[in-house]
Nanobody, 115 residues
Framework: QVQPVESGGGLAQTGGSLRLSCAAS????????MGWFRQAAGKQREWVGS???????HYADSVKGRFTISRDNAKNMVYLQMNSLKPEDTAVYYCNVLVNGVNLWGQGTQVTVSS
């Protein structure tokens, strides 16, 4: 069974940076789109950005120009580089990957940005 696992969350100051990683392991035949979502306390989960198998990236307006998504197909990993962090970026960040035709979620990693 394939399970994505996030890492790299933590505490940052306003204007700081963090890098999240997500590794998909297991019996993998194909990985298509990979992306990130986030959920702040008391709010609905929202899309942050995604990257296609060909490397095309798309971002939510709220993070465009500050966050960068990349992937390593050889390692079945996706990354989220977060720069110029703001307190409103505080949330649990979830990795979302389309593996073997199945949409899978990681368990989430907390990102807290202090003002």
């Amino acid at each position: 069974q394939v399970q994505p696992v996030e890492s790299g969350g933590g505490l940052a100051q306003t204007g700081g940076s963090l890098r999240l990683s997500c590794a998909a392991s297991g019996n993998i035949f194909s990985i298509n789109a990979m992306g990130w979502f986030r959920q702040a306390a008391g709010k609905q989960r929202e899309w942050v950005g995604s990257i296609t198998s060909g490397g095309s990236t798309h971002y939510a307006d709220s993070v465009k120009g500050r966050f960068t998504i990349s992937r390593d197909n050889a390692k079945n990993m996706v990354y989220l580089q977060m720069n110029s962090l703001k307190p409103e970026d505080t949330a649990v960040y979830y990795c979302n990957v389309l593996v073997n035709g199945v949409n899978l979620w990681g368990q989430g990693t907390q990102v807290t940005v202090s003002s």
